[in-house]
């Protein structure tokens, strides 16, 4: 096959405009489980074939939401602005992950360049389709499992240290983040490596990030453990909050009372990361129900439904990696919020 095709060496940046290649093509890069570099080319993906979108950021690390390893690199791969999973080729999962794009499947709209002939494929469009599916023994007894680009990533990447420097590099030169930021949150890190430490000097390292915060009008010490003794019930409310409703997120301190020392609520995490939109307004764009276990693929009821908030996604400010640009949504229980009536001050993430 083209050699130029199958490479996908674009080294692509945010804010470029690119044309997803037409389905012979992309089928020639695959394999006969449908992957390239063991990451699913999925069936929700074909109806983009030859339609134009923009990158929204270069897809060279990501979290490891399956294994909790910490930070993975990923080659030649990039997300595309407003590209979802519909989740309907996966049992109706309603994760709404972003989609990875390798960048053998994309041109750029300014190189002019296309392919006129396609070598015979290892692949098929049936091949997509059956590539959703994960023979396991067993499988009868315990419902399906699939194999989304969620549940493969552990074995599209390889383990990524935190103190690699190129990837902040990466980041800043694909145009992931500004370097401001970068630094911000190398630094937030730092002094949570160093409250952590055992050093003795936690509480005044917290207690100097909060005052630093509290004069920027910043996030304060977004690290912090929960209050619920261990081995006690996290609480739980009901309050039958709609999509289409408006919601505020609750004061940071007053959330960490419902979470444990790993900041766990019912099965549940508030992450670091959601602290930023402590005493923010949101509307309810989605009551979660359904979402896939990525280490075993399969899809899972939740017991205690949660929210999806109105263009509220993760940036990747505290996360690890940190600007990780996988943009999932972060999922809220109903404790975490309280109800308005006046949403005259609503005030949505613009990041």
């Not at 309907?88 to 390798?102: N, Q």
Request: aromatic share 10%; charged share 25%.
């Amino acid at each position: 096959m083209n050699a130029s095709l199958k490479s996908g060496t674009l080294r692509l940046r945010a804010g470029e405009w690119v044309e997803v290649r037409s389905l012979p093509e992309i089928l020639s890069t695959l394999d006969s489980y449908a992957r390239l570099e063991e990451v699913p080319f999925m069936p929700q993906m074909l109806a983009y074939c030859g339609q134009r979108f923009r990158v929204q950021k270069r897809a060279h690390k990501v979290c490891d939401t399956v294994n909790g390893t910490g930070a993975r690199s990923l080659s030649s791969s990039v997300i595309l602005e407003d590209l979802r999973c519909d989740g309907l080729a996966y049992g109706g999962c309603e994760m709404r992950c972003t989609i990875i794009w390798k960048e053998a499947w994309l041109k750029r709209v300014t190189d002019g360049q296309d392919i006129q002939s396609h070598p015979s494929a290892a692949c098929s469009e049936s091949d997509i389709w059956a590539g959703t599916r994960r023979v396991e023994e067993g499988e009868r007894e315990e419902g399906p499992r699939y194999r989304c680009q969620a549940v493969q990533l552990p074995f599209a990447t390889q383990q990524l240290p935190r103190w690699a420097l190129w990837q902040y590099v990466e980041d800043y030169r694909s145009g992931n983040a500004r370097l401001s930021q970068i630094v911000s949150s190398l630094f937030a890190l730092l002094i949570q490596d160093l409250a952590e430490s055992g050093l003795g000097f936690g509480s005044a390292l917290r207690a100097a990030y909060d005052f630093v915060q509290k004069l920027r009008g910043g996030t304060p010490y977004p690290f912090r453990r929960g209050s619920v003794p261990v081995g006690t019930r996290t609480p739980s409310v009901n309050t039958a909050i709609q999509v289409g409703e408006f919601v505020k997120i609750k004061k940071y301190r007053d959330i960490l009372e419902t979470v444990d020392d790993k900041l766990i609520n019912r099965g549940m995490a508030f992450h670091p990361e959601m602290a930023t939109h402590c005493e923010k307004t949101f509307r309810v764009s989605q009551r979660l129900k359904k979402i896939m276990n990525e280490k075993t693929g399969q899809l899972m009821e939740l017991k205690n439904e949660c929210l999806v908030l109105e263009g509220l996604y993760c940036v990747g400010h505290f996360t690890k990696p940190i600007y990780c640009p996988r943009a999932t949504y972060p999922y809220w229980r109903e404790i975490w919020l309280e109800r308005i009536s006046d949403h005259s001050d609503n005030r949505q993430l613009t990041e």
